[in-house]
Nanobody
Framework: QVQLVESGGGLVHPGGSLSLSCEASGSIFSINDMGWYRQAPGKQRELVAVISRGGNMHYADSVKGRFTISRDNAKNTVYLILQMNSLKFEDTAVYYC?????????WGQGTQVTVSS
């Protein structure tokens, strides 16, 4: 079992930056891939970025060059960070942290990111 808590969402102007953080607790040593997903109103949840236990990263084409995912394996917890730069209107969504242990996926409660002028 893993518990995920996101933070860092908010309101930002186009072109601005935000950093999202996800704190994982519980069976953190069993976590494999971790990632960020987002869901905009009326749309399906989509992958934003994923990072493997070994540090391999994958990004959605829509965020390549603007977003950076990182993972900090601390002693008793794992932090997943999403640095978002050059934000666009279309980045507005609820962002969810995800972690996989074997085939089981765990989700955080989500954090709202709104890009608006």
């Amino acid at each position: 079992q893993v518990q995920l808590v996101e933070s860092g969402g908010g309101l930002v102007h186009p072109g601005g930056s935000l950093s999202l953080s996800c704190e994982a607790s519980g069976s953190i040593f069993s976590i494999n891939d971790m990632g960020w997903y987002r869901q905009a109103p009326g749309k399906q949840r989509e992958l934003v970025a994923v990072i493997s236990r070994g540090g391999n990263m994958h990004y959605a084409d829509s965020v390549k060059g603007r977003f950076t995912i990182s993972r900090d394996n601390a002693k008793n917890t794992v932090y997943l960070i999403l640095q978002m730069n050059s934000l666009k209107f279309e980045d507005t969504a609820v962002y969810y942290c995800n972690a996989y242990i074997a085939a089981a996926g765990y989700w955080g409660q989500g954090t709202q990111v709104t890009v608006s002028s």
